[in-house]
């Protein structure tokens, strides 16, 4: 047995050429950040495994939603009896969650633009107040919203009711301020010299609104069409409170229903459903969106040309 022998008292330890390179290695602020790499993509793969899985299940040939057994089959999607296609109240689930976003998105945009552009405009001890409940809608939960909307339609404004059309106005009222948020962030960037500038070339306030602002802002004005659309698609407090029976319950209400009860790998097909929705739309308006900021930014460069040539 070997016996370690300590440095004689007032010597340091010979550092070996390993602790150095580790050292010189830590002490480099642009090495390769390979421990915070490391966690982002085990954060990644343990955020996606569980969705993978409950896809994986939607095309399972057997009943069991715990266990995939294949091959791959798409029995729950259009084949079997109890599949989505085939259920009368799945595929109204579906059309009606479109019916839906697409409702409320016709309806919090072009008020979310005014409102924008009002409030970019005006200039008063109320402005902060205004400020202040436009973000309200992110800061209070959705169970109240929801619990109040319920009241308001139940109690006060009777004629209206429970069911689609409370939906509608219910997510709007809540969806409305993203595109508040988001076109005023644009409008802030932009500034105002483009309208003055055509002002001064002899348009009225009305054309330069039309001719010049609203296509600068129509980047902003899709982007906020397709966040609404998508998060109206993954609404469920605000819209499970104002249903009034099956026909007025989205596929996020048909999830949640059939999961407490006994399902079948149907509710994993809704689920994807929802997901490739949501995916598709988002991804999407990110292409078109790069689409219209190039497009913008080449008509700039164009108008600059022009003005350097004159």
């Known amino acids: ?36 790499k490391s966690i982002t993509l085990a954060y990644v793969c343990w955020s996606i495994l569980p969705v993978a899985v409950a896809i994986l299940i939607s095309f399972t040939s057997g ?50 633009t005014m409102f924008a552009l009002a409030m970019s405009r005006w200039r008063s001890r109320g402005t902060g107040a205004v400020n202040f409940f436009v973000l309200l809608a992110f800061v ?7 619990l109040a909307l319920l009241v308001t339609f139940t109690q006060l404004f009777t004629f209206i009711g429970l069911g689609t059309r409370a939906q509608i106005l219910g997510v709007a009222t809540f969806q409305i301020s993203y595109p508040v948020i988001i076109i005023r962030s644009r409008l802030i960037s932009i500034g105002k010299q483009y309208e003055e500038a055509a002002m001064d070339l002899g348009a009225s306030p009305v054309q330069s609104l039309r001719r010049v602002l609203l296509p600068m802002l129509y980047p902003a004005i899709f982007v906020s069409a397709v966040l609404v659309f998508a998060d109206t698609i993954d609404e469920f407090v605000i ?72």
């Not at 097909?269 to 080449?298: H, R």
């Open 239 to 310: 819209v499970r409170y104002l249903s009034l029976g099956a026909g007025t319950e989205p596929l996020s209400v048909k999830v949640y229903t059939a999961a407490r009860g006994s399902p079948t790998p149907s509710v994993n097909v809704m689920a994807t459903i929802m997901l490739m929705t949501t995916l598709l739309v988002v991804g999407g308006g990110g292409l078109a969106y790069k689409k219209l900021a190039k497009q913008e930014k080449s008509e700039a460069s164009a108008v600059q040309e022009f003005a350097l040539q004159i």
């Open 1 to 36: 047995m070997s016996a370690t022998v300590a440095p004689p008292v007032g010597e340091t330890p010979a550092i070996t050429p390993t602790r150095r390179r580790r050292g010189r290695y830590f002490r480099n602020p642009w090495r390769k950040p390979v421990i915070l």
């Open 63 to 112: 009943r069991s939603r715990a266990v995939f057994q294949p091959p791959l089959s798409l029995r729950w999607w259009f084949h079997d009896d109890l599949s989505v296609w085939k259920n009368s109240e799945y595929r109204n689930a579906i059309f009606h969650t479109v019916r839906l976003g697409l409702s409320v998105v016709a309806i919090t945009v072009p008020i979310g």
């Open 140 to 146: 209070v939960p959705e169970l109240i919203l929801g």
